[in-house]
C-alpha cells in the first residue's frame, strides 16, 4: 500500500513568499508609473498651447512680399501697378503740409543749423530707392542748393576714392553689426545722403566710372541700408525725411544691368527680399524682369508701410522722369540755403555716360 507524503512545508512557503514579492512589485510599479505620469501631465499643462504656422506673427518682409505678389498679379501693365509708379497724391499732401510749417518743430542733431533752418522737411534727407534711379541727381541738387550730400561714398574728394572702407552702405552695416548708431557714425554732419547702398559683392574688384576702388575679394560689401536698417534709422532719428524716386520699371532694369553689369552685382547679393543667385541669369529675360518687379515691389511696399507705422518720417515719392513736377516739389522743400529762394533751377537730370536718356546732364 503507497501512501501519499504530507505536503512539503518549505515549497508551500516559496510559492507564497513569491507571489507576495510579485503584488509588492506590481503595487510598487503601479505607483510609480502613476506618479510620473502625474508629473508629465503637470509640466505639459504648465507650457503654451502650440500654435500653428498660420499663427505666428509675420515679419515685415513677409507682408510686404506677400502684398507684392497680389498687387503684381492684379494686371499686366506696369505703368498702373501702385507698387511701380510713384504716390503723387500723397506726396502733395506731404509737400503741402510741410509748406504748412508741419515739419518746422522737428530738430534733427545731424543737419546743419542754416540748412535745417531752410529745409521745410526735417533733415537729413535720406534715399531710400535704388541704384540707377538718379541717385545722382539727388545728390547735384543738394549739392546746387548749398546743402551738404554724400553719394554712394563717405568722402567724395576723387583722391578718396581707393581709400578701404568708404562705401556709405557697408559703414552703415558694419556699425550697425556694433550696436553703434548708423547715422552719427557714418554719415554726420551731412544734410542728405543720396546713395546709402553698397553693391560691390564679394570676390569682384569695383568700377565706377574712372574710379576704380580698390580691391573688395576677401570681404562682401554688398549691403542696402534702406532694405535692413530702417528700424535702426528711425530710433536713432524718428524725423529724418526718406525720398524714394521712380523710373519706368523696364528702363530701371535696363539702366541697371548697363551700369557695370549691376545686374549681375545684384544676383551675388543676398538681400532681404532677393536671395543670392537671384536673378538667374541663365534664365530669359522674361523671368529675370518678373524676379526684379516683385524686388521692387515689395521694397516700396515694405517703406510704405514702414512709413505708415512710423509717420514722423516723410516720405517724399517722385517721378525721375517727371521733371517739371519733381523740379518743383524739390525746390520748394529744400529752398537754397544762402537766399532761401526756391531751388527748382538746381534740379537736373544727370546721367552716366552709356545710361543716356532725353534731356539728360552727362558727367
Known sequence: MVTAEPPSHSGGMMS???LYIGIALAFVN??????????????TSSLPEPTTNQSMPLSAWNIAESEAE?????????????????DKAKTQTVVKDALAGKYKSSSSSFASDEASDTSYVPL????????????LSQHDFFSCAGYRSAHYFLNNKKESYKIGNIFVGTCMRDVANLGLPVLSTCVPNLDAVTQIDANCN????????QFHVSSHKLRDDCFFPQLSLLEEIHEEDPNATFLLPFRPFEDWVNSLDNWNGGLDNMSRCNLPNLPRGIPDLDKPRTDQIKVMGQFLCSHVVHV???????????????DLYDTETT??????????????????????HISHKGDVHQGDKIV
Open 16 to 18: 507564497t513568499r513569491i
Open 30 to 43: 503601479f505607483f510609480l508609473f502613476d506618479q510620473r505620469d502625474a508629473t508629465d501631465l503637470a509640466s
Open 70 to 86: 497680389k498687387l503684381l498679379s492684379q494686371t499686366t501693365s506696369r505703368e498702373t501697378i501702385s507698387c511701380l509708379v510713384a
Open 124 to 135: 537729413p534727407a535720406l534715399n531710400l530707392g535704388m541704384p540707377k534711379c538718379g541717385t
Open 202 to 209: 564679394f570676390g569682384r574688384d569695383c568700377e565706377f566710372g
Open 304 to 318: 510704405r508701410n514702414f512709413v505708415k507705422a512710423h509717420p514722423s518720417h516723410a516720405l517724399i515719392e517722385y
Open 327 to 348: 523740379s518743383d516739389l524739390m525746390g520748394k522743400l529744400f529752398p537754397n540755403v544762402k537766399d532761401k529762394t526756391e531751388s527748382t533751377d538746381c534740379w537736373q
